[in-house]
Structure formats: C-alpha cells, structure tokens
C-alpha cells in the first residue's frame, strides 16, 4: 500500500506492560510504501536502550511538502502521547534498519551493499515501512519505524564546475 493511501481510521494502538502501544492497522500490521527521497548523509549508528549499536537512515523530504503534511497528518490522528518526538525532523525521515531489511538495487535485485555507517550516501530510495508500536523511552513517546525494504539508485553529486 503506498503512503497516501492509508486510511487513518483503521489504525488502532493497545497499550503494552512498557508503556508503549502496540500499533495495528485493520488488524494487521501497519506497513506502507513512502515516496522517492534522497540519503543525504547514509547510514548513521546508534546506542539503543539495551546498549546494542543500531543503524537508521534518514530519507530527505525537502522537496515533498504534500509527504511531509500527510506524515503530520498520521501523527496527529494516532493521538499520540506527550511528550512526544516526531520521525520527521528538519523534512528528514528517520528510520530504523534491521538485519531483517533487504536492500534492493534500481532494477530490484538483491545488491551486495556492504550496510555500515555511511553506507547510502547521496542515493535516492524508497522505502516500505512498517510502524509497530509507539515506543516510550527517556521519559518520551515516539514512532518505532523500521525500514523492511529499501530500493535505491545513485544520483550523480553535483560539481561546481567540469574538469
């Protein structure tokens, strides 16, 4: 299903013993497909709560005002708790990326991207994404988001002048 598509009704959260809740959408999982967007900076790690280093990527949305409005959107229906701490920051989606997320070339096949940090840089992507649960960390609420495909190209870096 792809992002724009969602129908905010049919998500549904149960609360769970951590303080969390858990997220469903018509009682399945709630996974879609965002839109065309470019990894500026790569893959960049991160310390969870259980000490182990994760990996995120952040996907730019500078250029896709009617992404950002809808992502506002999601987020004010699913009436989430305060204080809360949105994925979508300075018009960059964060994501999480799991040994589980498979990455995919332009022409869909299983690439051999070495995935570690910086990994990603300057390549335009899409993504589906699934969000599990809201997540209740640090005395905050967010969006657990997990990025289970991603599909990318590399755009060619821009030069101030030709050699």
């Avoid at 699913?78 to 994925?87: A, C, I, K, R, V």
Wanted: some cysteine; hydrophobic content about 35%.
């Amino acid at each position: 299903m792809l992002w724009h598509e969602i129908d905010f009704s049919k998500i549904t959260k149960t609360l769970t013993p951590r303080g969390g809740y858990e997220v469903k959408y018509d009682n399945g999982p709630l996974k879609f497909q965002i839109p065309l967007g470019n990894c500026k900076y790569g893959l960049n790690s991160f310390t969870n709560d259980r000490g182990a280093v994760s990996l995120t990527i952040n996907i730019d949305y500078v250029e896709h005002q009617s992404f950002q409005n809808w992502f506002r959107d999601l987020e004010t229906a699913m009436d989430l708790p305060e204080p809360f701490s949105s994925n979508l920051k300075d018009e960059s989606l964060r994501l999480r990326v799991e040994d589980t997320t498979l990455f995919l070339n332009w022409v869909e096949k299983v690439d051999s991207l070495e995935i570690k940090e910086g990994a990603l840089r300057g390549h335009d992507l899409i993504a589906i994404v699934e969000i599990p649960a809201v997540y209740f960390f640090k005395e905050q609420y967010g969006l657990t988001m997990r990025a289970t495909q991603v599909r990318y190209k590399y755009k060619e870096p821009a030069f101030l002048f030709d050699i």
